[in-house]
């Protein structure tokens, strides 16, 4: 009866203290996110068939190490489209097909780099989902992707989320065990761009509605931190629903504490998102919550850092701050970390296999084929992608209603440096080419599309792909750049088959996210067809891509329902039948397309420096200058 009080008094010291601040825990932990390796397992460039120092999981691995070292507590995510991308992508889902029970060689890589989850991305569903399906079962941790359905609309047809339960060590030493919500996202436009493998089988949400269901309902069973990994970019503006880009947005959604972002290959924090809404790129924050977006290929690890407190009885962020660390420093063009060599042990396998696959020849050519100059002049390696799909076409539609219709065909220059940097073009020399060489071609494993459109169509299928170009003021500098960078060169389409000019000093009719603009003026001009004008009521056969076809880059006038040939085969497999049956090929284009003079103003651009040595010919492209960092500046002569 005496011990009572003295209980009581106990008791009483223990809840204040429980209470005061002063005795409150602080834990760190340490997020890190890789996005967008797409096959780069190694640091091995297959189209040139050589070591490169540029990207590769393998020199990431050696990052990721090292922020482990730097931390007590950390959890590592990759953010999709890992297994499409690159030759080994497609040798181990075309050539040498998985075994039943066999762990797809990039979860070996994660399993053994300790990766806790991983999200799906776009590009995980190109080669269909019976083989999405089979290696992601070989994966010893979660897959996650919230917004794909069956086509009930109400069963997921992935783990929508996962509640990852681990202990962590606060600042005193202190274990504590904490429960982190991952739940990942994906473009419900793989609708549109793989609709032959996933039309009726599944259906996408909208990213921003699935998160305001379901965030709350991970918080309700536990989660006390959630992260969003969202294969998804940062747009500018207002988001439109069943947006492709979502994460300003995501942002803003209550109970996410930190969103992992990739898809668009861009660097967050970085420069080229100064200005944009809510962004503190000192802080490394979106509204003000953590994110990163570790731009490509495993040139960049992301990190976010943050500062856990459970002063109010559950666990906040209090603190954060979120970086991107290089592989390479890209001023000086030299690596920063060494390649991990337990990567390259386990897929040493399936790096053989896929070096005899693409070192493979098909055919010669007597020229070189090159993408230095596919923006501004009409290019070789374009050109041939466009006559194979033209012979495909051919051959598929003959006796069919369709032969007689006059046959176009629709292609874009992939590699055209950019945003991939300025190594990153098509660059195959006079001799043998292989099959890594049609690879470098054709990069997507897209399937062969055609769709029936009119004049009109036609016209306007330009007119979008002509807002790759800048206003030129016929008024202005005497020297004006005419490329915009930010206008993705894979939606740069050129067609063959008719002969058109560009008006460079018209206004875009089109924005790059396929909008009609307030501009009434047409850069288009003199679009003909067989030397005649092209009527606006006439029908045109369009050979194209499954992306393209099913409204991909939102191009007026198409959204699958033109489609009139829907090939299984491949593009590139369309390309290695018509180079196998040319032999021997020279890759001349026939200029059926030209950017007309603006008098009194040079017309320049920025293009990889590797163009140099093709410029004899191209006598009405000069260079300008070698800038020395691998890109070069050129000039129009008309």
Do not use: C
């Not at 790129?281 to 731009?295: D, E």
């Amino acid at each position: 009866m005496h011990r009572r009080p003295a209980l009581i008094v106990l008791a009483f010291a223990v809840l204040l203290a429980m209470a005061d601040p002063a005795h409150a825990a602080t834990l760190k932990l340490r997020i890190l996110e890789t996005t967008d390796v797409h096959m780069n397992l190694l640091d091995w460039d297959y189209y040139q068939d050589k070591a490169t120092t540029e990207y590769g999981l393998a020199r990431t691995a050696t990052l990721i190490h090292e922020a482990r070292s730097q931390s007590r507590n950390s959890l590592l995510f990759d953010n999709g489209d890992l297994l499409q991308g690159n030759p080994m992508g497609d040798w181990v889902a075309r050539v040498k097909p998985l075994a039943q029970g066999q762990v797809h060689p990039a979860y070996k890589v994660l399993q053994a780099l300790r990766y806790d989850a991983g999200n799906i991305g776009n590009h995980e569903f190109n080669y269909g989902l019976p083989f999405l399906r089979q290696a992601i079962a070989s994966a010893a941790f979660p897959l996650v992707s919230a917004n794909v359905m069956l086509p009930d609309g109400r069963t997921h047809a992935f783990t929508p989320y996962v509640i990852l339960a681990r202990e962590f060590h606060d600042d005193a030493g202190q274990a504590h065990r904490l429960k982190v919500g991952v739940i990942g996202f994906v473009p419900p436009q793989i609708m549109l761009w793989d609709k032959q493998h996933l039309e009726g089988k599944v259906v996408a949400r909208d990213i921003l509605q699935t998160a305001r269901e379901l965030v709350p309902r991970m918080r309700e069973q536990g989660a006390q931190i959630v992260v969003a990994i969202a294969h998804s970019g940062f747009e500018r503006g207002e988001t439109v629903f069943f947006a492709e880009n979502s994460v300003a947005r995501l942002a803003e959604v209550a109970g996410i504490d930190a969103i992992l972002f990739g898809h668009s290959h861009g660097e967050f924090p970085g420069r080229f998102f100064a200005g944009h809404p809510k962004v503190d790129l000192a802080r490394g924050t979106i509204n003000g919550v953590p994110s990163v977006m570790p731009g490509r290929w495993g040139d960049h690890l992301g990190v976010i850092d943050l500062v856990l407190d459970d002063s109010a009885g559950n666990w906040k962020v209090v603190d954060s701050r979120a970086e991107i660390r290089p592989i390479t420093d890209r001023a000086t063009r030299k690596p920063l970390v060494a390649a991990d060599p337990q990567v390259a042990q386990l897929v040493g396998a399936e790096h053989e296999g896929t070096l005899a696959y693409v070192r493979g020849a098909v055919a010669q050519t007597r020229q070189p084929i090159i993408s230095y100059f596919a923006q501004v002049t009409d290019d070789p390696s374009v050109q041939l992608v466009a006559l194979a799909q033209l012979d495909y076409a051919r051959r598929a539609l003959q006796g069919t209603e369709f032969e007689r219709l006059p046959l176009l065909s629709a292609a874009a220059p992939f590699k055209a440096g950019g945003r991939q940097g300025w190594n990153y073009y098509t660059d195959i020399p006079a001799g043998p080419v292989a099959v890594r060489n049609i690879a470098d071609l054709y990069i997507y494993p897209n399937t062969v599309k055609a769709v029936r459109v009119t004049g009109a169509t036609v016209r306007e299928w330009l007119e979008m792909s002509a807002g790759q170009f800048r206003r030129v003021d016929p008024a202005g500098p005497a020297e004006q750049p005419i490329i915009n960078e930010a206008f993705r060169t894979y939606n740069f389409d050129t067609l063959d088959g008719v002969t058109y000019a560009i008006d460079v000093t018209q206004p875009a009719r089109y924005d790059a996210n396929g909008k009609r603009t307030a501009h009434e003026g047409r850069r288009i001009v003199d679009l003909r067809h067989q030397g005649q004008p092209v009527r606006d009521d006439q029908t045109f056969i369009v050979v194209t891509n499954n992306y393209r076809a099913s409204g991909g880059g939102t191009f007026p006038g198409l959204d699958g329902t033109q489609i009139v040939m829907d090939a299984p085969d491949e593009n590139r497999e369309a390309l290695v039948r018509y180079l196998a049956r040319e032999r021997d090929v020279d890759p001349t284009a026939d200029g059926n397309w030209r950017i007309l003079p603006v008098p009194g103003v040079t017309l320049r651009f920025t293009s990889g420096a590797g163009g140099i040595a093709h410029l004899a010919r191209y006598p009405q492209i000069r260079l300008v200058k070698d800038n020395g960092d691998g890109s070069a500046v050129y000039e129009l002569r008309h």
